[in-house]
Nanobody, 128 residues
Framework: QVQLDESGGGSVQAGGSLRLSCAAS????????MAWFRQAPGKEREFVAA????????LYADSVKGRSTISRDNAKNTVYLQMNSLKPEDTAVYYC?????????????????????WGQGTQVTVSS
């Protein structure tokens, strides 16, 4: 099992930026890819961005493409999500997730079912 610890959430005004971090521990050697999902009140959890640990496959949701960057520090087992030009509709709890299925690429990276381990989430609130 992999433990995931998110941090970096907070409250910002529209147009601001936040950098979320997700530190992985435990059986990190078994993970293949990492992702960020988010869930707004009353809505389904949705995909935000994902990357393989090798960095050879990165995927973004259309809603954040061009405004967000996912990156990783393999030495620290940490994945980051830099979010710029934040909008009120970005308000949600952001969850980090780990996938242990080798070869998960492309559109599969956006599917919740491919992820085995989840963090507790970090709140992001964007005010207008």
């Amino acid at each position: 099992q992999v433990q995931l610890d998110e941090s970096g959430g907070g409250s910002v005004q529209a147009g601001g930026s936040l950098r979320l971090s997700c530190a992985a521990s435990g059986r990190t050697f078994s993970t293949y890819a990492m992702a960020w999902f988010r869930q707004a009140p009353g809505k389904e959890r949705e995909f935000v961005a994902a990357t393989t640990w090798a960095g050879d496959n990165i995927l973004y949701a259309d809603s954040v493409k061009g405004r967000s960057t996912i990156s990783r520090d393999n030495a620290k087992n940490t994945v980051y999500l830099q979010m710029n030009s934040l909008k009120p509709e970005d308000t949600a709890v952001y969850y980090c997730a780990a996938c242990s299925i080798p070869g998960t690429t492309g559109w599969r990276l956006s599917m919740r079912l491919w992820y085995d381990d989840w963090g507790q989430g970090t709140q992001v609130t964007v005010s207008s």
